[in-house]
């Protein structure tokens, strides 16, 4: 069987390469694969290989608070999350203080900080609303729920970003979550639907507000990423993201914490919880800028198919074979995605600009020029104008000169008939 879907997918992944690949503009070319196909392939690879690691950081993640939880009784979300923001803090709020100028981390609190404030806010929301919903609704719900992210992340990048998806894109997020869907089957028929039911309707509600929080985060995330700075996303996330998780753990943590029975297991696996998430927080916005938001998000739902392959051997989870069929079935659909690129609408200033905006900019990228070069110029116009007048007064001269040679070649010519 596991032989059977990987022949599967490795003919499902050959044949849409070869799609792509041979484009009907191509068939008249003896090279089956140019310059520029071997590049588009390579960049494909590179961000599905990348989009993997990432699902990789989230299972780390996942299998580590699972180890805490039910072998340790440790279930303390903020603390974790805490451990996460000061790592970002200490690395790249550092490398915000030490830059000058514009990039300083001054200057950007004093244009900027009660937007970071907003997203430090969302983004810290989303981590604990997430973990606080398997207490009050089943892991089926949670993992079919969360897919909700995928539908709002395209909204948002359509209105903030100005993304254009076409026909391709959208069935190939059907395709992922058709994946999701078979994933979710196995569960079910493994027996594997844990978590409670306590509230179930509060529950749902806390997955489908953490997958919107979510998006608003990946969307700014892009847009910061793609404009301004990795490193200014990253120390103003980290700062702020410090103080909130801080207040909130805090409020809410305050009875955990102390009863937390500290060992060196226990210390390894907040140590790896904390460097996993520091790890895809900082590495996301590379990935983020090779592709977008919903391309991340597509790769990231093989996260928890990385959790159970892990859970078979860890935690003995019952094996079923729709789990692979699963990450085919997500894998194509992320790699169809990403072989058609999404256009975005250009909003580019600078057509609609006068001509004295044109040149205040020419004169801001030339800061030397002066009132010497304006001078030179208009002497470099008045010149052609000086030329022609001289030309003109040496044709009337030259005029002048035959008409008075035309008279004494007559006078001439009558004097000698006589």
Not at 222 to 227: F, G, I, M, Q, R
Not at 343 to 359: G, K, L, Q
Not at 381 to 392: F, H, T
Request: glycine share 6%; hydrophobic share 45%; proline share 2%.
């Amino acid at each position: 069987m596991v032989y059977l879907i990987y022949f599967m997918f490795s003919q499902l992944i050959w044949v849409l390469t070869r799609a792509i690949v041979c484009h009907p503009k191509l068939r008249n070319v003896h090279i089956f694969m140019s310059l520029t196909d071997i590049y588009f392939c390579r960049q494909l690879a590179k961000t599905l290989a990348m989009g993997q690691g990432l699902a990789g950081l989230i299972c780390g993640t996942a299998v580590s608070s699972q180890y805490l939880a039910t072998e340790f009784q440790v279930n303390t979300p903020m603390l974790q999350s805490f451990l996460n923001y000061t790592l970002l803090c200490a690395t790249y709020t550092t490398m915000l203080i030490c830059r000058r100028g514009d990039g300083n981390i001054l200057q950007i609190l004093k244009r900027r900080w009660w937007k970071y404030l907003l997203l430090g806010l969302v983004d810290v929301e989303a981590n604990y609303t997430v973990v606080k919903a398997y207490q009050y609704t089943t892991l089926t719900s949670v993992q079919l729920l969360d897919c909700f992210v995928i539908p709002v992340l395209m909204l948002l990048s359509w209105w903030i970003l100005k993304t254009r998806y076409k026909l391709i894109h959208y069935v190939a997020v059907c395709l992922c979550l058709l994946g999701v869907g078979a994933m979710v089957g196995a569960d079910l028929l493994a027996g594997r639907d844990q978590g409670s039911s306590s509230n179930i309707l509060l529950g749902d509600g806390l997955v489908l507000l953490s997958a919107a929080l979510y998006a608003v985060s990946n969307v700014s995330q892009e847009y910061t990423v793609k404009n301004l700075s990795r490193v200014e996303f990253l120390g103003m996330i980290g700062l702020f993201g410090t103080i909130i998780s801080t207040v909130q753990m805090v409020i809410l943590e305050r009875n955990e914490i102390p009863g937390i029975i500290w060992s060196w297991q226990v210390g390894l696996l907040f140590s790896a919880y904390a460097l996993c998430m520091y790890a895809l927080y900082s590495f996301m916005p590379i990935v983020m800028k090779l592709s977008s938001a919903t391309s991340v998000n597509l790769s990231l739902l093989t996260a928890d198919l990385f959790s159970l392959f892990f859970g078979i051997f860890l935690f003995q989870y019952n094996f079923s074979g729709l789990y692979l069929v699963s990450l085919v079935v997500i894998l194509v659909g992320f790699i169809t995605f990403n072989a058609v690129p999404t256009p975005t609408v250009s909003t580019d200033a600078n057509t609609s600009s006068s001509p004295s905006s044109i040149y205040e900019e020419s004169v801001y990228e030339n800061p030397g020029a002066t009132g010497n070069e304006f001078a030179t110029e208009e002497a470099a116009v008045s010149i052609p104008a000086e030329l022609e007048e001289e030309e003109d007064v040496n044709k009337k001269r030259a005029s002048d000169l035959s008409m008075s040679l035309g008279q004494e070649t007559f006078q001439v010519g009558l004097s000698t008939k006589l």
